[in-house]
């Protein structure tokens, strides 16, 4: 009954009557159709979508041409750094517009896909802000993203609620929650199951577009205090990418008649081109700014593919390349700087302990680990930090309340942090320090294989081995595994004098495979897409060029075209 494609074909299917949506000139919808999505996926919304992707296409295109320069210049030795033609940004006075009292106190950010339940439990957390995720922690299928707005949308309405029948539990909001951000996918990922001009919308648009359309009057009404919406943005490279959505938030603003610099938006820096120019994004956004976030995971990522073709800066073990390496300390320690002279939230990040349920004194050691975390970002001057967990949050709120310098609800003015200026590039790109295993090697592979195997199946944020795993924590082991084989590295941490090669990979995999059936069991290894998953993430390992995202090109297999409109016999 339906289609099945990478994107640009449809299945012929003989229904005798269709339903589909009402769209406007240009727009073709090639997801399935629901009464639900008809809610969001209205003509005057698809409309707004359609003229932002008109406007900022060749911008897009032009940015992303920016990104595969950028490439080939550091495939070719060049080493990121500072522009020296945009000095006078770093090292003129100005500051971003003041800080909207609604979001002034983000001391604990939870974070978490735009799942219904969820979006319900973050939202009573305790928390802040909830960070609500169309990017890492969410599989971009069509039934999740749509699903996803319809969920936010009636979050923003103050109308959410959700049933769970299996327990008989009706969850619904509190009368304090948490602020709503929405961090929307990035620059490089299209939406195959929306075509406009006869090509497929760009994710971040349809993402931004759809949920700005519908929310932006109720959230400036409940939530925002006169501002908003709030959206955290992901993966940047460069300040013309901050400048796109500069411009895209002011061609929202006219479009709502809504006074300009009312959306306001947290950066990620986590790409390595980002760190050296935080400045430059800042002042791009500077009327629609509120910080810069330390999104460790992607960054850490973000060094291995830069350095793709640097087997001089080979990574030690994943879980080495912790905060306390001096390149991220440097890097969170800039971002502090750079944040507060410029009158903004620094933010800290993700740890990727989560709670671990059956056993109280592991669970004890992952708080501590947490909380170890949480009090380096708060002495180091962060303003606030990320938590995945709603059970993390009291601790991370307990560590922020009690060390934080000053009295306001930040650190903004108390933690300049000026000796953090000095940072240079030589600190930011230093090679982080420590050893590589095979069990490094095995790690990476069966959380990579179990992680896309999630992905597959509609699931972008998963707990293995009590840690938690997403986009970004999966992509360095994708990039780490390509690099030890294309360079054959030793595995000098076992003093076995052990090399990494095809032939041992394809022995790790076939293990690991194993090691993960015999954990999850038959009857899940049958039914999951295990065996998808590994012939994936196996091919993007050993490919003799590094694909740029493992989810761009995992993207096909999650893309089902639904012939226009849907039976209704
Ligand atoms: C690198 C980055 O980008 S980090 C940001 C992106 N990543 C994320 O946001 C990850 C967010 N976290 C998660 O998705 C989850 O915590 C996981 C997948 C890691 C673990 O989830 P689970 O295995 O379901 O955790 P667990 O079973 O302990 O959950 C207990 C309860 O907490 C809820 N819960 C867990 N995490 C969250 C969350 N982040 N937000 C809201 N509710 C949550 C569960 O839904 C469950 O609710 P219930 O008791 O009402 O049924
Ligand atoms: O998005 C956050 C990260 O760490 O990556
Ligand atoms: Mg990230």
């Known amino acids: 009954m339906m289609g099945i494609g990478s994107y640009g074909y449809n299945v012929p299917i003989s229904h005798k009557m269709f339903v589909g949506y009402d769209v406007p000139e240009g727009v073709d919808i090639r997801g399935r159709y629901d009464e639900d999505y008809a809610r969001i996926l209205t003509k005057d919304a698809i409309q707004f979508v359609a003229e932002l992707q008109r406007e900022f296409r060749n911008h897009i295109n032009y940015a992303m041409e920016c990104r595969k320069e950028a490439k080939m210049k550091y495939n070719s030795g060049a080493l990121p750094g500072f522009d020296p033609v945009t000095r006078y940004i770093r090292e003129g006075e100005w500051t971003c517009a003041p800080v909207p009292p609604a979001v002034a106190d983000r001391k604990v950010e939870i974070t978490g896909p735009v799942e219904r339940k969820m979006i319900i439990n973050a939202l009573n957390s305790g928390a802040k802000v909830f960070m609500a995720d169309f990017e890492d922690a969410l599989s971009p299928s069509w039934e999740n993203l749509m699903s996803g707005q319809v969920n936010l949308k009636d979050a923003v309405n103050g109308t959410i609620s959700f049933h769970d029948k299996a327990r008989n539990r009706v969850y619904k909001l509190n009368d304090q929650t948490a602020k709503l951000f929405v961090r929307p996918r990035g620059w490089h990922l299209p939406e195959a199951h929306i075509f406009i001009d006869g090509e497929p919308a760009t994710g971040c648009l349809v993402d931004f577009g759809l949920y700005f359309f519908h929310n932006f009057a109720a959230f400036r009404r409940t939530q925002g205090q006169g501002y908003g919406p709030f959206f955290y943005l992901p993966k940047m490279e460069h300040s013309r990418e901050a400048k796109m959505w500069n411009s895209v938030f002011e061609r929202a603003e006219k479009m709502a008649g809504i006074e300009r610099g009312s959306i306001r938006a947290t950066v990620l820096i986590e790409t390595l081109p980002a760190v050296f120019q935080m400045d430059e994004i800042l002042y791009e956004l500077r009327d629609h700014s509120v910080g810069l976030n330390c999104g460790r995971w992607d960054y850490i990522f973000s060094y291995v593919k830069t350095f793709q073709a640097h087997p001089d800066r080979l990574l030690p073990d994943r879980v080495l390349v912790g905060m306390t390496q001096h390149f991220m300390k440097s890097y969170s320690d800039r971002l502090i700087w750079t944040c507060h002279r410029r009158g903004v ?195 993007q390992c050993t490919a003799p060029t590094l694909d740029d995202f493992l989810t761009l090109n995992a993207y096909n297999n999650i893309v089902i075209h639904h012939p226009k409109g849907s039976s209704r016999l």
């Not at 992952?366 to 606030?384: F, M, P, Q, Y």
């Not at 959380?447 to 992905?455: D, F, K």
């Open 345 to 539: 939230h620094a933010m800290g990040g993700m740890a990727a302990q989560i709670p671990i349920r059956d056993d109280p004194a592991a669970n004890e050691a992952a708080l501590e680990l947490v909380r170890k975390d949480k009090l380096r970002e708060v002495k180091a001057g962060h303003d606030g930090t990320w938590a995945a967990h709603p059970g993390l949050i009291p601790a991370c709120l307990e560590v922020f309340n009690n060390n934080m310098q000053g009295n306001a609800p930040h650190q903004i003015q108390s933690m300049k942090r000026e000796d953090a200026a000095f940072i240079n590039e030589e600190d930011l790109l230093q090679i982080p320090r420590g050893v590589r295993t095979m069990d490094g090697l095995r790690l990476n592979t069966r959380v990579g294989i179990q992680y896309s195997a999630a992905w597959l199946t509609g699931t972008g944020s998963v707990p293995l081995y009590n840690l938690m795993e997403d986009a970004a924590t999966a992509e360095i082991s994708r990039v780490q595994n390509w690099q030890w084989l294309k360079y054959g590295v030793e595995l000098d941490g076992d003093g076995l004098g052990v090399k990494v090669t095809l032939d041992l990979f394809g022995r790790v995999v076939e293990e690991e495979m194993a090691r993960i059936e015999r954990e999850v069991g038959k009857e899940k290894f049958k039914k999951g897409m295990y065996k998808e998953a590994c012939k994936i993430f196996t091919r």
